[in-house]
């Protein structure tokens, strides 16, 4: 199954954008506890708009940034080897690495399972898989400018993630199970920090609810959304008066037995 988004798109330009502005932080903070050394070898996967690839570059040696769509990796940093490739197709490149990072990446695809275990065939010994996903809590909305929006809020979580996500092939328990799946792999030091933050409307979570419906506005048509609920979700997403739980992001690092 195909990627819900298009991140050589304008749209998807403006997605990974505000995912870096929310993300990139606690993204850093979890991988520079790692303690990777200059010479480090890294595999980014699903690297989007490359902030992290071109992040990691400046503190390790090689970054291979992997990608289905590229465009916007076309300004990577020196250092950066960008890769487009399908990862359904294997991960396209050789390790070992001392380094694999996927956020955001396992969740969109179904054949996470197949690509999870090559992830750690392709870890050097002592080597750090990092996977970063988003979790399937519920998204409470905290402050509304009217009443009837917490029911709107909570139809387009349910129609995005329940009818569109699943259908899609998306998942949302995958981030749980991870931990699990590390251990069961045989790696150690397993290790999951929880990330969550709330947004409010205007700010770069709440304008990536807005971008992500408007790239899936034929998908949440067909599972039954009005166009008037589109346009009042997208009002909603604007006004600074809303306030709401952005997604729960999980981060799960864990090391390959030297
Ligand atoms: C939600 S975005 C996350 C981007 C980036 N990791 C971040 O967190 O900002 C998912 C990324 O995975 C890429 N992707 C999706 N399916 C892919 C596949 N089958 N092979 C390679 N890349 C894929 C998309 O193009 C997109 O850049």
């Known amino acids: 199954m195909d990627y819900v988004f298009d991140s050589d798109s304008e749209l998807g330009h403006d997605h990974l954008d505000h995912l870096g502005n929310v993300l990139d932080p606690p993204t850093r903070w979890c991988l520079e506890r790692l303690g990777l050394g200059p010479n480090a070898r890294c595999l980014e996967l699903g690297a989007g708009s490359g902030s992290i690839a071109n992040w990691l570059a400046a503190r390790t040696g090689e970054v291979v940034a992997v990608d289905i769509a590229t465009t916007q990796l076309a300004d990577a940093a020196p250092g950066v080897k960008v890769l487009q490739h399908d990862l359904r197709d294997g991960l396209g490149v050789d390790g070992p690495f001392d380094l694999i ?47 009837e929006d917490s029911a ?104 390959k037995p030297a």
């Open 101 to 147: 990072h996927a956020r955001l990446v396992l969740l969109h695809i179904p054949e996470r399972e197949k690509i999870f275990t090559q992830l750690v065939d392709a870890l050097a010994p002592g080597g750090h898989l990092v996977l970063g996903d988003f979790t399937g809590r519920v998204l409470q909305p905290i402050a509304v400018p009217a009443p």
């Open 152 to 255: 709107l809020w909570e139809r387009m979580q349910y129609l995005s993630h329940e009818i569109v996500g699943k259908t899609r092939g998306i998942s949302l328990s995958w981030a749980a199970e991870v931990p699990h799946r590390m251990t069961a792999a045989g790696l150690v030091d397993v290790h999951t920090t929880e990330y969550s933050e709330t947004t409010a409307g205007g700010s770069d979570g709440c304008l990536l609810h807005r971008n992500l419906n408007r790239q899936a506005e034929p998908l949440l048509l067909a599972a039954g959304a009005t166009t008037d609920e589109l346009a009042r979700y997208r009002a909603l997403m604007l006004d600074p008066r809303f306030r709401a739980w952005f997604y729960q992001l999980l981060y799960t690092s864990a090391r």
